[in-house]
């Protein structure tokens, strides 16, 4: 093998090169390839395990914030290519925790002290793209870590390192400002650039999200939800590479406001779960009133609505409901023509997940039943689920 006769210090090169994604393949190349790899073993291994699905854990190691990371990673590069799932949600979190046992805060170099930390903003396309001050958005991002607070300039940043992440869950402090927003949007329109690089920064490879979304203050859980508005602005942004989304909603003394959702805009959705409350959105909206049934009639027979709801190329669908109240007219609404809805509409389509809680009303269980059966003789796999919030459809795959 032409390989294995090349010099010891191409080789070492060739494998600094592999890591981390071609390197267990070209360690069992040959025997004399695998004895050259050895030293870098326990390391490849160390990371692969600490940071291939990242999370925050303040009892685990020093890594409780998004400076942390950044540091690490502007530091050692690599460390970035190893993150396949970035779990971000408890970003800063555990910073209580260290201000509770006296620890004193954190500090990242100043401008004028340098460092690799201090180049890493100053060289990146990015923040130039964004047409943003490097100098001025890593003031902030320092005077945050020196207070020891979450800083939504440096989770904003971050994204710009994790050229290699598929699944990205944002931090639970997530609040976007002017500054960080504009930031944000150049990741996204470089996303979604169809030239994909895999060596380029800034979330190239992102196939799964997760958010909490809220639109009320700390302690003001009486804010209403224009859900619609959210789904929208999703498919807007990130609908042409997106492959999971889940909408899920939970109780608060808010209500959800009228509008109408589209999903046109996701293009490779595989699995999607949403409540029902976004079908009735849209049967409103359509004006489905009066003669129920005759109206639903009409408005399939005359309007895209499932394409509206569901995208044609997904794969496995989970409907969330309480199944109390005009529920069942949403399922009736979705499957009550499961047999053409399947064939012309979701051709893709292989497993459907619905709550149906044992206090559902009786209307929305023959709903539900009825979908099973119909199911079963298109070659969809319906699972009826005891629970709202319980089982549905596998993330992990």
């Known amino acids: 093998m032409a390989l294995a006769a090349l010099p010891c210090e191409l080789l070492d090169i060739i494998i600094v090169y592999s890591l981390p994604s071609s390197f267990e393949n070209l360690a069992t190349t040959c025997k004399r390839i695998y004895a050259r790899c050895t030293p870098f073993i326990k390391r490849h291994n160390e990371l692969r395990y600490r940071f291939q699905d990242f999370y925050y854990d303040y009892e685990r190691d020093s890594l409780v914030a998004a400076s942390d990371l950044i540091s690490l ?3 050692d590069p690599i460390v970035a290519q190893y993150i396949h799932t970035a779990n971000l949600v408890h970003d800063s979190k555990f910073l209580r925790h260290a201000r509770a046992r006296g620890k004193p805060p954190k500090s990242v170099p100043s401008i004028e002290g340098g460092g690799a930390i201090v180049q890493l903003f100053a060289n990146s396309t990015y923040l130039q793209r964004a047409r943003l001050d490097w100098r001025e958005h890593y003031t902030t991002f320092a005077e945050d870590v020196r207070e020891m607070r979450y800083s939504q300039h440096g989770s904003v940043f971050l994204l710009t390192l994790l050229g290699y992440t598929e699944n990205l869950t944002i931090p639970g402090s997530w609040k976007q400002n002017a500054t960080t927003t504009r930031l944000l949007d150049v990741i ?34 009486g804010m209403d939800w224009d859900i619609c508005k959210f789904i929208n602005a999703v498919a807007r942004k990130a609908g042409s590479h997106l492959e999971e989304f889940s909408v899920t909603l939970h109780e608060s003394g808010g209500s959800i406001l009228p509008g109408k959702a589209s999903t046109r ?8 779960e949403l409540p029902l409350k976004v079908v009735t959105c849209n049967l409103n909206a359509a004006g489905v009133t009066g003669n129920i049934a005759t109206s639903l009639q009409r408005l399939i027979a005359s309007d895209p609505f499932i ?29 009550g023509r499961f047999r053409a809805v399947r064939r012309s509409q979701l051709p893709n389509l292989q497993e459907l997940h619905i709550a149906c809680k044992q206090e559902a009303d009786n209307t929305y ?10 199911g079963k003789r298109e070659g ?18």
């Open 380 to 397: 969809v796999i319906v699972h009826l689920e005891a629970y709202e919030y319980s089982g549905g459809i596998n993330w992990d795959e």
């Open 307 to 335: 394409r509206d709801l569901i995208p044609t190329s997904v794969r496995h669908l989970s409907i969330k409901s309480e199944g109390l109240g005009p529920y069942d007219k949403g399922l009736d609404a979705l499957f």
């Open 365 to 374: 269980k023959q709903q539900c039943n009825k979908i099973v059966a119909e």
């Open 188 to 221: 996204v329109m470089e996303a979604r650039k169809p030239n994909f690089q895999p060596s380029s920064p800034g979330l190239r490879r992102l196939t799964a999200f997760h958010g909490e979304y809220s639109t009320s203050e700390t302690n003001d859980w």
């Open 265 to 272: 805009g996701f293009k490779k959705l595989k699995k999607f």
């Open 73 to 75: 990673i502007a530091a």
